[in-house]
């Protein structure tokens, strides 16, 4: 599991960092807010740990415009601002958890791992998009009602995908963030939407995956005109 770490303090970013690795956890780092929410909008994490005073542009505001752009990922805010004020201004704009520096990092792993469970238990649900329906507990995909029989890698670039309706992800994103994976082939992740396309949307009027020139592939339901 992949978290991003959106700190400016040298000394706990390398605590919390060095402590969530050595609890088996993949951790990218970031010091300013504008590319801690380029770096989430672009990937995908089990998890966003994010301080609220930040250079470039503050933690509020980089949870604001992560849930403007639909990224549903967990959000556990860190900060010394920890009045009750400050908490309910960073629920309101979506964070999931708040932990107030100076913090125990036991404490701050436990609320990451009940970050996590809760998600997953969130996530256990049904995605629809046009007639496409997945499961995404028990990983069962229908098309029309039709039952689609999927490879692993297929379903987890089809959830992903479908989880993030109208985004585009990049070929990269897909590569490194969904398959956790950067050394296959070139060409694998066009292989595998060639695949899913096969699977999805050969034999139906409405196509729902869509390639995105010179930038990546998206699944989206066709617009109320009709276009594809």
Avoid at 2 to 27: H, N
Avoid at 51 to 62: A, E, F, H, K, S
Avoid at 141 to 156: A, F, I
Wanted: with cysteine; net charge neutral.
């Amino acid at each position: 599991m992949r978290v991003l770490l959106v700190e400016d303090e040298p000394g706990i970013a390398k605590a919390v960092k060095r402590g969530l690795e050595l609890a088996r956890y993949q951790v990218d780092t970031a010091d300013d807010g504008r590319v801690g929410l380029r770096m989430a909008i672009e990937n995908t994490y089990s998890v966003v740990i994010l301080d609220l005073m930040l250079p470039g542009m503050d933690g509020l505001r980089v949870c604001e415009e992560l849930r403007q752009e639909r990224v549903r990922v967990p959000i556990l805010m860190l900060t010394a601002k920890g009045t009750v004020p400050d908490k309910v201004r960073g629920f309101e704009v979506g964070a999931d958890d708040y932990l107030a520096k100076p913090f125990d990092f036991a404490e701050l792993l436990a609320r990451v791992q009940a970050l996590i469970r809760r998600d997953r238990v969130h996530r256990s649900r049904i995605i629809r998009v046009e007639d496409l329906e997945i499961d995404t507990g028990q990983r069962r995909v229908t098309r029309s009602g039709q039952l689609v029989s999927l490879t692993p890698r297929e379903y987890q670039l089809l959830e992903a995908l479908a989880s993030r309706e109208g985004d585009i992800l990049t070929r990269e994103t897909i590569q490194e963030r969904v398959w956790m994976d950067d050394e296959s082939y070139s060409n694998a992740v066009d292989v595998y939407i060639g695949y899913l396309r096969r699977k999805i949307d050969t034999g139906f009027p409405v196509k729902l995956i869509h390639t995105v020139r010179g930038l990546g592939y998206t699944l989206r339901r066709p617009d109320p005109e009709g276009a594809a």
